[in-house]
């Protein structure tokens, strides 16, 4: 879209910038009131950042003609995008570039190649001006590219040195998710002696690169590219709704991405109002309290682990609110799954856990590649099989029993592959390459087959007879169920399938109280059943890639700019070791707050390829916070499941003026509400 007039306009806008921004020079503070839980591990192996504190960008009160022109002085800077792509992330080169030109015009930037392989590799281009000009504002990593490389050895971190001291770098910028601020972290503590400062960009598309402080301040609210993906996702969803609710034959079943945390569901269902968002962590919380007591009453001893949600549990939940709209002739719908839902469904992450440790070990033992050794999915299963029965690496892989084969192989082929599915290089189960959504719904399609032919999913057709005259005679109970019945405050009530006179149901609404005599005669909504099956038809989506190489909200432009801008003046105030962040970003641009967070105080002991490994703190979604008890409190309103109309809701196209769009995640707003 280059040469389009929406590649044009993107281009020649400006981001509006924080005012210190405007200034001369800056310094920076040290806050000492923002304190973090120190992990040991942390301690033992980043000893040169470990004591780094927040540090606020402020207006320099030193007038020394030297303090200013060590801030000015000439600058080589290295960038590199690490990870997926994020809406914004050209912005952040072109914050640092600005900054270090309107400073020095003789500081120059570099740009690697592909990721972090490009700077093991020693490939990289000069950024100019004009190659930064024809990315302003716009998606896509595709400047200088991105990948996942990890530098995770003595060895590639010593290359990375060399090849940093060879451009004469003062320092390194890396634009990356948690993972790559977790290498940002090792190589600020390998590079401290050099000199080369290193700092973090909060980069990810998922949002789940959040920070608060040991007592709750928010010092980062997101990551950027988390609101343009979600609105474009939202844009599209909204888009199935208007398909959805006018030819009412599909259920719309979106996968979406975020790896592990389902931020981007959430922002995406308050963007829509779709009929079901599955929210992962709050699966996780589930316990099943009728099993758990049944099993307390028969004296069983109690595994909290044995009564967590299971992929039946979940589908028979779907389950329900689709047979409780098609109750009302609603036979379609939108339902979001956050990609990485299996993560939070307890007896599929007790696989993924056991399989990691599993493909992990016999690449250790044996000094190969798993997926190498077992290409084929056969062999990957009598590999295990064997295992179980004790038949090959004897002794060596307790954790995989007969019993955890028999479960393993009752699930369906492609499922099964997909648990099997090769780690990326930083040990994470690659959440996108399993069709999730499949194996949830062929549940739901066998579970309403059931439903079905026990007569409990039928498919209604609203009609607003005035039913008066409706008595005993010739009425086909089959037919006539539910009925909604309109009180005199003009509300429709619910009344029960099995009333099927007017007699009756009178008598009815005048012990509920709702009619006053049964001399009245109420309004009524009869829901005739359709004699025919009820068909259950879904379409199946995957947003993901599409939004993260969305063009940038106008947020994600300013967000992203202003981190550019950040990373620069952490670099000239000496910085390393820190994650440039701003605080407020809930609130209006003139209250956005530059800060640089220590990143070695976010970092806590994590499984990775069946290891304990030390890398940066995840954010998942908080059910305590406001974002999702909102959500909660009006998601059953959304299913929509009565004679209302459906609560659909469009929130436009991503713009790139404030005036076009809300301005701002949802989920930032309502968490920063007291
Ligand atoms: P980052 O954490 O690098 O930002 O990437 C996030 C993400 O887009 C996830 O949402 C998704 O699960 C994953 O990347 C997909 O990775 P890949 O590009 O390797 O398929």
Redesign the pocket.
Known sequence: NEDSKEALARQRFSPEKIDIFNESHTSLETLNEYRFLKDTEAERMLPGIINNRVQQVIINPNPDENVKLGFSKPRHIGVVF?????PGGHNVIAGIFDEMKRFNSASKMFGFIKGPEGMLENRYIEITAGLVDTHRNMGGFNMIKTG?TKIDSGSKMELALTVCKGLKLDALVII?????NTNAAFLAQHFKSSGIKVIGIP????G?IQVKTEDGKVLCAT?F?FHSAARAFAQNIANLANDGSSDIKYWHVCKV???VASH?TLETALQTHVNIALIGEELADYVDQERMSKAREQGEQIDYNAYGMTLRHLSRMICDIIVRRAAFGKNYGLMIIP??ILEFINEIQLFITKLNKIIADYNRIHDLDFHRSFPTLNEKLDYLRRISQGMMDKGRFPIWNIRDDELFNQLPGFFREGLLVER?LHG?F????VETEKIIMDMVKEYLDVLREQGRYKVGILRDDYVSLMDDAGMDPELFAPTLFKNPQDKYVLVKPDIISLKTLKLALVNAGMLDSEEETPQIFVNIFKKSQAEFKIQTHFY??DG?GTDPTYFDCCYAYNLGLTAFHLIAGGATGQMAAIINLEKEIDQWQPAGIPIARLMHLEERKGRLELVMEKSIVDLESNAFKVFKAIREDWVAACACPDRFRNPGAIGFSKEMEEDRPLTLQLNALQ
């Open positions: 690490s990870g997926g792509p994020a996942r990356g998710g948690d993972d790559s980069k990810t598309i998922d789940d990551s590219g991405m975020g790896r981007l990609e990485g990326d994470n690659q959440f996108s390459q993901g890639y993260r």
